[in-house]
């Protein structure tokens, strides 16, 4: 992962998605509720792991986001494993 | 049919001597960057190896367990299985909790004693089987890469009788059973589907099927291996996540026959983005699009050929087959290069049992020619009494691809494995519980008998009522319909749950919805349902795979 990107700007595409996705999702009530909780369907969590890696334009695990199943947690990891812009400045 | 090697392992071993060099398997993980190969010498060398280990471990007969994720391992272990006379059970690594319950069921089924694994894979399963708190697992022993030979084993001659491994049937809805593949089996089947597609020496197969799968491990890995070519392979969820990767490997191995589930082709059409670039990719290569194990869809076909001839996909290509384990695999397929053939069927006919052509109804897909060595008879599930050619039954099957039975399970094998016709024709037959018909040597499946609704005497097939429920504007579509009977004051009642699209849900009035939706079903099957539901998208219970539970749809009315 050697793209540098803004962690606000994936926290922004991930609340998208999980809007368009899930009944009622906000990043302020749902940011550590698990996905699966919030009605995310094993092909949904299975897609959001593509919006994440067309967003870091590097390939992630097709299981990311059982293995870190809240938006939280997930951004937690993609952010320690990459380059993002709030760490570069 | 006399196959060309009495054995599985005497291919391999013959390729080994005739072509050392050539590639044998292909696996890309990811990138293109990322692929290995492994040649035919080298195959059987690791084989060979692995199999002197298993003899001197003892397992000669022995039922053991293979969980391998996705890799060359599952493939040396599986054949080193079969050359030391090993019943190899090929399993689902999984994380989920459910499915690894699933796996215990079956390691405690079929009696195993023993799991083939990698060191890696076997601190996580160790993991989940503490997190059980399961004494299932206890006594059993491990073997990794980190066990290895010292002392070389004499390899037993193996009987054609003999059992090969044990595939386990999905059992999504009922507990699995362990169907017992012989020796002879496996080959019997590698000539019924080289014959159906017309496969040459070097065939090259492959896709993203999973291997402890029946079609990923007898049709993509062994059958291109018994015919001296190549297996490449992918891993299945790189497929889920991506489904164009499935269409860019056929497309740079020059793939010949790929396989999927209906599913499979579904993912294709509905999540590979117009804006994608595929411009790199040319299916021409693709003669053989073969979509089976689940019911083929001709409107899935019809959308994947308009989306992909583009790049080269030729509509002929698309070979309907039906198969299943009990099989081993293939049953019926081809002619290659017929692509879709359907026919249209009289729906109220059809409802009482009855083949009748019509201009407008139901349309069917043929399912391709059923394989010479077969014995297929449409048969009445109740008297036992074939049909006659105009009429739906039970497809029962005879021959020597048919498997031994099911392991540990002699009440099921008896009843599945062993029928009888009530005219006595001295053949033993499969039951494989789908209705169809037989018509022009090709065989046409219109349902499940599990799954057949008898409402008001008439029959009806869940999947083609909730294909029209998909079908409306503002449904969800995608498996967001179910449609199954109930009981109601000892009287059986017909109801559906469709998901509707969560803006429309919202905005419209529901009742509209639902006389919009009885119009519907009214119009396509004449049918009134006396319970009709519509909820949002998500509601309806599914499988892992995504097929609806309808069973579980009964809690929700």
């Given at each position: 992962m050697n793209e540098i990107f803004s962690k606000d700007a994936l926290i922004e595409e991930i609340t998208n998605f999980l809007s368009a996705k899930v009944e009622g999702f906000s990043l302020e009530d749902h940011a550590d509720t698990s996905l699966s909780r919030l009605g995310l369907d094993s092909a949904g969590h299975v897609q959001l792991t593509t919006v994440i890696e067309d967003f870091i334009q590097s390939d992630v695990a097709p299981t990311l986001a059982f293995d870190y199943p809240t938006v939280n947690s997930l951004i937690d990891y993609v952010c320690d494993t990459s380059q993002t812009a709030n760490q570069v400045n | 049919m006399q196959p060309t090697f009495h054995l599985f392992m005497d291919a391999i071993r013959e390729h080994a001597h005739s072509i050392p060099d050539s590639n044998a398997c292909i696996f890309q993980p990811r990138g293109l960057e990322t692929a290995q190969h492994i040649t035919y010498?080298?195959?059987?060398?690791?084989?060979?190896?692995?199999?002197?280990?298993?003899?001197?471990?003892?397992?000669?007969?022995?039922?053991?367990?293979?969980?391998?994720?996705?890799?060359?391992?599952?493939?040396?272990?599986?054949?080193?299985?079969?050359?030391?006379?090993?019943?190899?059970?090929?399993?689902?690594?999984?994380?989920?909790?459910?499915?690894?319950?699933?796996?215990?069921?079956?390691?405690?089924?079929?009696?195993?004693?023993?799991?083939?694994?990698?060191?890696?894979?076997?601190?996580?399963?160790?993991?989940?089987?503490?997190?059980?708190?399961?004494?299932?697992?206890?006594?059993?022993?491990?073997?990794?890469?980190?066990?290895?030979?010292?002392?070389?084993?004499?390899?037993?001659?193996?009987?054609?009788?003999?059992?090969?491994?044990?595939?386990?049937?999905?059992?999504?809805?009922?507990?699995?059973?362990?169907?017992?593949?012989?020796?002879?089996?496996?080959?019997?089947?590698?000539?019924?589907?080289?014959?159906?597609?017309?496969?040459?020496?070097?065939?090259?197969?492959?896709?993203?099927?999973?291997?402890?799968?029946?079609?990923?491990?007898?049709?993509?890995?062994?059958?291109?291996?018994?015919?001296?070519?190549?297996?490449?392979?992918?891993?299945?969820?790189?497929?889920?996540?991506?489904?164009?990767?499935?269409?860019?490997?056929?497309?740079?191995?020059?793939i010949s026959c790929s396989a999927a589930p209906n599913f499979g082709y579904e993912h294709c059409v509905n999540f590979i983005d117009e804006k994608e670039n595929l411009s790199d990719i040319d299916l021409s290569c693709w003669k053989v699009a073969l979509n089976g194990s689940e019911p083929v869809c001709p409107q899935t076909i019809r959308a994947f050929s308009t989306k992909f001839s583009g790049y080269g996909f030729k509509p002929s290509s698309f070979f309907p087959s039906y198969g299943m384990a009990e099989t081993t695999l293939l049953v019926s397929g081809g002619p290659p290069q017929q692509g879709l053939k359907t026919i249209t069927l009289d729906k109220v006919k059809l409802s009482r049992g009855k083949v009748v052509q019509r201009t407008a109804g139901l349309e069917v897909v043929d399912c391709g020619h059923i394989g010479p060595d077969f014995r297929v008879k449409i048969v009445n599930p109740e008297s036992k009494v074939e049909c006659s050619q105009d009429e739906?039954?039970?497809?029962?099957?005879?021959?020597?691809?048919?498997?031994?039975?099911?392991?540990?399970?002699?009440?099921?094998?008896?009843?599945?494995?062993?029928?009888?016709?009530?005219?006595?024709?001295?053949?033993?037959?499969?039951?494989?519980?789908?209705?169809?018909?037989?018509?022009?040597?090709?065989?046409?499946?219109?349902?499940?008998?599990?799954?057949?609704?008898?409402?008001?005497?008439?029959?009806?097939?869940p999947y083609d009522i909730e294909r029209t429920f998909n079908n409306y504007q503002h449904a969800n579509g995608i498996n967001g319909a179910s449609v199954f009977t109930y009981q109601h004051d000892s009287k059986i009642k017909l109801a559906a749950i469709v998901e509707i699209k969560k803006r429309v849900y919202n905005k419209l009035d529901h009742t509209e919805i639902q006389n919009d939706l009885r119009a519907l079903v009214s119009e396509h099957h004449e049918i009134a349902f006396d319970k009709l539901l519509i909820v949002k998208p998500g509601t309806i219970p599914k499988t892992t795979s995504g097929k609806v539970k309808r069973s579980a749809c009964i809690e929700l009315i």
């Amino acid at each position: 992962m050697n793209e540098i990107f803004s962690k606000d700007a994936l926290i922004e595409e991930i609340t998208n998605f999980l809007s368009a996705k899930v009944e009622g999702f906000s990043l302020e009530d749902h940011a550590d509720t698990s996905l699966s909780r919030l009605g995310l369907d094993s092909a949904g969590h299975v897609q959001l792991t593509t919006v994440i890696e067309d967003f870091i334009q590097s390939d992630v695990a097709p299981t990311l986001a059982f293995d870190y199943p809240t938006v939280n947690s997930l951004i937690d990891y993609v952010c320690d494993t990459s380059q993002t812009a709030n760490q570069v400045n | 049919m006399q196959p060309t090697f009495h054995l599985f392992m005497d291919a391999i071993r013959e390729h080994a001597h005739s072509i050392p060099d050539s590639n044998a398997c292909i696996f890309q993980p990811r990138g293109l960057e990322t692929a290995q190969h492994i040649t035919y010498a080298q195959l059987y060398g690791a084989v060979s190896e692995r199999a002197q280990l298993l003899v001197s471990l003892g397992y000669r007969d022995q039922p053991v367990a293979l969980l391998y994720p996705t890799g060359f391992d599952f493939i040396i272990n599986f054949l080193a299985c079969l050359l030391a006379g090993v019943a190899a059970v090929p399993l689902n690594v999984t994380r989920n909790a459910q499915q690894f319950e699933r796996t215990i069921s079956i390691i405690n089924n079929a009696n195993i004693k023993a799991i083939l694994t990698t060191q890696s894979t076997k601190l996580l399963l160790a993991a989940q089987i503490t997190e059980l708190n399961s004494t299932a697992c206890e006594g059993l022993t491990w073997v990794t890469e980190e066990d290895a030979v010292e002392v070389s084993a004499p390899l037993p001659t193996i009987e054609p009788t003999d059992t090969a491994f044990i595939q386990y049937t999905s059992g999504s809805t009922s507990a699995p059973k362990g169907v017992i593949v012989t020796h002879t089996n496996i080959v019997q089947n590698m000539e019924a589907i080289r014959v159906a597609c017309n496969h040459q020496r070097g065939v090259v197969v492959g896709g993203w099927l999973p291997q402890f799968h029946d079609m990923g491990l007898v049709g993509h890995m062994m059958h291109p291996l018994y015919m001296a070519g190549t297996y490449v392979f992918m891993p299945p969820m790189y497929f889920v996540q991506r489904p164009s990767r499935w269409l860019r490997l056929i497309s740079y191995y020059n793939i010949s026959c790929s396989a999927a589930p209906n599913f499979g082709y579904e993912h294709c059409v509905n999540f590979i983005d117009e804006k994608e670039n595929l411009s790199d990719i040319d299916l021409s290569c693709w003669k053989v699009a073969l979509n089976g194990s689940e019911p083929v869809c001709p409107q899935t076909i019809r959308a994947f050929s308009t989306k992909f001839s583009g790049y080269g996909f030729k509509p002929s290509s698309f070979f309907p087959s039906y198969g299943m384990a009990e099989t081993t695999l293939l049953v019926s397929g081809g002619p290659p290069q017929q692509g879709l053939k359907t026919i249209t069927l009289d729906k109220v006919k059809l409802s009482r049992g009855k083949v009748v052509q019509r201009t407008a109804g139901l349309e069917v897909v043929d399912c391709g020619h059923i394989g010479p060595d077969f014995r297929v008879k449409i048969v009445n599930p109740e008297s036992k009494v074939e049909c006659s050619q105009d009429e739906v039954g039970e497809i029962w099957i005879a021959g020597n691809c048919v498997a031994a039975g099911y392991l540990n399970n002699a009440e099921k094998t008896k009843g599945g494995f062993q029928a009888q016709l009530l005219s006595d024709d001295g053949f033993q037959y499969l039951r494989t519980g789908d209705l169809g018909f037989v018509k022009n040597k090709s065989l046409y499946v219109t349902g499940r008998i599990k799954e057949l609704l008898i409402i008001r005497g008439r029959n009806f097939y869940p999947y083609d009522i909730e294909r029209t429920f998909n079908n409306y504007q503002h449904a969800n579509g995608i498996n967001g319909a179910s449609v199954f009977t109930y009981q109601h004051d000892s009287k059986i009642k017909l109801a559906a749950i469709v998901e509707i699209k969560k803006r429309v849900y919202n905005k419209l009035d529901h009742t509209e919805i639902q006389n919009d939706l009885r119009a519907l079903v009214s119009e396509h099957h004449e049918i009134a349902f006396d319970k009709l539901l519509i909820v949002k998208p998500g509601t309806i219970p599914k499988t892992t795979s995504g097929k609806v539970k309808r069973s579980a749809c009964i809690e929700l009315i």
